[in-house]
Structure formats: structure tokens, C-alpha cells
């Protein structure tokens, strides 16, 4: 089945403690996105990946890191997590990154930081 | 900057149509989507609409898009309980997703 996959689904924690979530897509896609998304904002992206070891910053990228050493893989890191970080996260990854390309998402991702 | 605008409720009596309305303000986007989210999941395309069409039908779905006015409107016939969830339009613009606010549509039986 072609799926996009995140875990954890739901993470507690607490301000400046590292934490990483995973994405990884099974479709063989080259472009991979993460999103954040929060009540009257809808979303916003944060980082995306155009092929491995190519990255390029969204929107809103600031407290984020990203990396993409496997097409599959997409992990968002965040370094020192803050509570203005808490949201609702979601990867995204399709063939490339033309208009015709649809999007596929994840389950998401609920990060509250404490 | 490019921006996408949605009203962000609707409530409809089960059986009636609902019409979720979109604005969006970057002419040059090629394709406008309609994507679903339901409570607890992530988001999943419903629709899309090509920008030089005018209207595109899917069972229930009927996206009408209006290039002049920048607006774009999806319709669902009959709609059902199951049909409540968080409605995106998104436009598409060099290469990610500009998505709206999201319409929480309420369906009441």
C-alpha cells in the first residue's frame, strides 16, 4: 500500500530537550515537504527536499532542521524545541515538485513542548 | 505575497448541498485542490481543478473556479454525516502548496 508514514503520532515534551520525528514514503518520491499546522493558520510549510541530500527552506523553517541522506526518509529534527513548536505536523511527499504532482500526507504528527 | 483565503465554518442539515468557498490571489496557479481532513487524520485529496477549466464534477463534488474573480468553490450534493470534517483548498505555486485556513463543515442530522 502507498503510504507516507510519521511516527511518533503523538509527543510530549519538554522545552530544549532534542527530539527527532520520522516520515518516510514508500512511493519512491522525490519531493518531500513537512508542514506545520495550527488553528486559523491552515498550513504552513516548513522545509522541503527536492531529491536526497537536497533541502531548501518553507515558510516558516526557523527552530527546524531537516536532512535527507535516503529518498524514503525524511526526518524534521528539532534541536531545542520551544512551546511557540507546538502543533500539529505533517509530511508530505510526492514524484516531483511540478504543479501536476500531488501531494501525499502523512497522518501527522501532534508535538506539545512543554 | 501569494495567499489563500476560506471561511472558517459551515454548518448544513444532513440531505442539503454544501458550498465551501476559496479565494486565492496568484493568477499563474496552474492547479487549485480541494483536500479533506478528518478528525485525527492527516489531509487527503478530494479534488483538483486545472486552470483552464471552469467546472469539474466528481460524484457529489462539484468544483466551480472562477479565474476572473479568483475564487473557487466546492459543492457536495446530499452531504452525510461522514462529510464533516475540515475542508483545504491549496493552490499550487512555484512547486508547494499555499493552503487556506481550512472550513470546519458541521453536518447536523
Known amino acids: 500500500e502507498a503510504q507516507v508514514t510519521q511516527n511518533p503520532r503523538y509527543l510530549i515534551t519538554v522545552t530544549g530537550k532534542k527530539l527527532t520525528v520520522t516520515c518516510s514514503q514508500n512511493?519512491?518520491?522525490?519531493?518531500m515537504s513537512w508542514y506545520r499546522q495550527d488553528p486559523g493558520l491552515g498550513l504552513r510549510q516548513i522545509y522541503y527536499?527536492?531529491?536526497?541530500?537536497?533541502?531548501d527552506k518553507g515558510d516558516v523553517p526557523e527552530g527546524y532542521k531537516v536532512s535527507r541522506k535516503e529518498k524514503r526518509n525524511f526526518p524534521l529534527i528539532l534541536e531545542s524545541p520551544s512551546p511557540n513548536q507546538t502543533s500539529l505536523y505533517f509530511c508530505?511527499?510526492?514524484?516531483?515538485?511540478?504543479?501536476?504532482?500531488?501531494?501525499?500526507f502523512g497522518p501527522g504528527t501532534r508535538l506539545t513542548v512543554l | 505575497g501569494e495567499d489563500v483565503e476560506q471561511s472558517l465554518f459551515l454548518s448544513v442539515r444532513e440531505g442539503d448541498s454544501s458550498v465551501i468557498n476559496c479565494t486565492y490571489t496568484?493568477?499563474?496557479?496552474?492547479?487549485l485542490y480541494w483536500y479533506k481532513q478528518e478528525p485525527g487524520a492527516g489531509l487527503q485529496l478530494l479534488t483538483y481543478?486545472?486552470?483552464?477549466?471552469d467546472m469539474k464534477q466528481d460524484q457529489r463534488l462539484t468544483v466551480l473556479l472562477n479565474k476572473k474573480d479568483k475564487h473557487l468553490s466546492l459543492r457536495i450534493a446530499d452531504t452525510q454525516t461522514g462529510d464533516s470534517a475540515i475542508y483545504f483548498c491549496?493552490?499550487?505555486?512555484?512547486?508547494?502548496?499555499?493552503f487556506g485556513q481550512g472550513t470546519t463543515l458541521q453536518v447536523k442530522p
Open positions: 508530505a511527499s510526492s514524484s516531483g515538485a511540478g504543479v501536476m504532482d500531488t501531494q501525499y
Open positions: 512511493m519512491n518520491h522525490e519531493y
Open positions: 527536499s527536492m531529491n536526497v541530500e537536497v533541502t
Open positions: 496568484d493568477s499563474s496557479s496552474t492547479y
Open positions: 481543478i486545472f486552470s483552464n477549466m
Open positions: 491549496a493552490e499550487s505555486y512555484t512547486g508547494k502548496l499555499i
